[in-house]
Every structure is written in C-alpha cells, then in structure tokens.
C-alpha cells in the first residue's frame, strides 16, 4: 500500500517576500493546468461534468473562488518550503 511521506516543512516560515513569489507560482500553477485542461478537450461549464469535460476552473486565477486558489497556493508554498528545507537559497 502506497504511505505518501513527504518531507516536514511544518518548521518553516517563508518570507513576506517568499510568500509574494508563491502567489506568483500559484496563478502560474493554475494556468499551467488550465492549458493541459483546454488541450485535451476541456472547457469552461458552470458545473463540473467529466463526461462533457467542463469545468467551471477555467477561468484567470484572479476569478477562481479562494477555494481553488488555495489549492494552488497549497502546492506553491509546499515547493517552496520544500526548497527551504533542503538547504536552497531562492534569490533574486
């Protein structure tokens, strides 16, 4: 059975400026998404419905709900922290 085990970034604290970088990288996730999405035949429905293949996602990042762009920032900060924790130095 597959026991997921990433690393623990619970003890890191990510810069205001980190933090600006990983909306950045959320919106870039969700666009990223959106692409693969409209390529395989994806598009915009008010209700998700697979059989159709529409999403109600396929919108800019800025109008998707907090809900879904939580999802994204989750993923952003995760990598970034992760970086942090490795010992990376993200600069400028």
Known sequence: MYKPEPVNTDGIE???????LGEV?????HDVWAVGRIN????YGEKR??????TPCLVPYGD???SEKEYDRNT?????????ALGYRITK
């Open 76 to 84: 952003a900060y995760g990598t970034l922290k992760l970086l942090v």
């Open 64 to 66: 998707l709900p907090e």
């Open 14 to 20: 990510l810069s205001d400026e980190l933090k600006a």
């Open 49 to 54: 419905d697979d059989d159709k293949k529409q």
């Open 40 to 43: 395989s035949g994806w598009t």
């Open 25 to 29: 990288l959320a919106e870039h996730v």
